[in-house]
């Protein structure tokens, strides 16, 4: 079965800049869609950005769009997040998972196999 771990997460100032990784193991990512997700205290898990499995289609939230890029390297089982120009508001613990339904890429429920997530801190 997958397993997912997210890293790179920590505290940075706004407008300063962070790589989130998310590698898998057990398994391969080759074949799934994969997404990044974030919540924050008190608020519901959002959807930040997805990518299609051979990386060519990518889409964004639009609170993150021109300053995050998602990636991934399926031969090292690996899914990036660079995030740029970081505000205070994307303060949260950020969570990878396979998308494994659907065409809704934005709902929690289209993914699985959920990483245990790994906290951004900006500060102001």
């Known amino acids: 079965q997958v397993q997912l771990v997210e890293s790179g997460g920590g505290l940075v100032q706004a407008g300063g800049s962070l790589r989130l990784s998310c590698a898998a193991s057990?398994?391969?990512?080759?074949?799934?869609?994969m997404g990044w997700f974030r919540q924050a205290p008190g608020k519901e898990r959002e959807f930040v950005a997805g990518?299609?499995?051979?990386?060519?289609?990518?889409l964004y939230a639009d609170s993150v769009k021109g300053r995050f890029t998602i990636s991934r390297d399926n031969a090292k089982n690996t899914m990036y997040l660079q995030m740029n120009s970081l505000k205070p508001e994307d303060t949260a613990v950020y969570y990878c998972?396979?998308?494994?339904?659907?065409?809704?890429?934005?709902?929690?429920?289209?993914?699985?196999?959920w990483g245990q997530g790994t906290q951004v801190t900006v500060s102001s």
């Open positions: 998972a396979l998308k494994i339904r659907g065409t809704t890429w934005a709902h929690p429920d289209m993914y699985a196999y």
């Open positions: 057990g398994g391969t990512l080759i074949s799934y869609d």
């Open positions: 990518i299609t499995w051979t990386g060519g289609n990518t």
